[in-house]
């Protein structure tokens, strides 16, 4: 299929330093949008659009699809919090916003890797918009949220937050260095982060898939588990999980077996053959349920 790619630039309406920048593909460009189901793929901490499979997953799905920088990260405007889980939320109001009046698209499909799929979780159980979506892909999700001062990369924070009381975090975005500060309140935000809503409050009718390396030492693979047990009790929505033997928390090497199960995943539900609780592997392994 030809596609289309097109940048976007969003006043952000909460944030005047802000410009959400994002890159639209879009399959059939010279056909009408309005009505047109449309995916949002969500980069995880200090990510951006084009990173791990983001782009690749782009460019073979078959719908349209957007895909952007939250606020504070590469090219978007505005500063980057460790703690702000509803900002975050704030820039998917903004962006679905955006692509509705300018475009007239509905959301159908949501991908989140990682604190984008933790948005994206709360985004479609708490907005108009997101509870009207068909599927989300929940990549390397974090649910206990506590559980990130286990890490090797926070317990170097929690050193300098006795010394120094934040910490200054150098990395790497887009081949750019950038340094970034933590504060204490940061991460207690971050940690108390309610997830358990999923249990009561997200949609029904959503399919979910959890794809999940079984060698992330970022976010612990049992985490995918949780959501699948909290989501599998919902009807007509089904909750499947897709472990990746050999996968790290960024699918190092492998953005192929995350583009591929996630499609794999998308023609079961179209043809309407997911079960209400499943397990999804590779080629060449047998699921035993």
Known sequence: MERSSTKVSIQHPNASDC?????LEQIASDQ??????????LHGTLGHKDYLFQKAL??????????????????????WKQGALHEDFEDLQAV??????????????VVGHSRGAIAGFHWIAASEDGRKASAFVNVSGRY???????????????????KQGFYEWEASVARKKIRVTVTPDDLKSFVNWDTSFVWTQFPSHTHVLSVHGL??????PYDAVIYTHALGNRSPGTATLHYVETADHNFTGQKDVVVDAILRWLEDKERGVLKPVGVSLGEGHKAYL
Not at 19 to 23: E, N, P, S, T, Y
Not at 96 to 109: F, N, R, T
Request: hydrophobic share 40%.
């Open 144 to 162: 206990r949220m506590e559980r990130i001062v286990e890490s090797d990369g926070v317990k170097l924070w929690l050193e300098a937050f006795k």
């Open 32 to 41: 009408p949008t309005q009505g047109r189901k449309l995916a949002l793929i």
């Open 215 to 220: 060698q992330d030492r970022v976010v612990p």
């Open 19 to 23: 410009r959400l920048v994002g890159i």
């Open 96 to 109: 679905v916003a955006y692509l509705k009046s300018g475009y007239g698209y509905v959301i159908d499909l």
């Open 58 to 79: 782009s460019n073979k799905l078959p719908l349209d699809s957007f895909r952007f920088d939250f606020r504070g990260n590469n090219e978007s405007g505005g500063v």
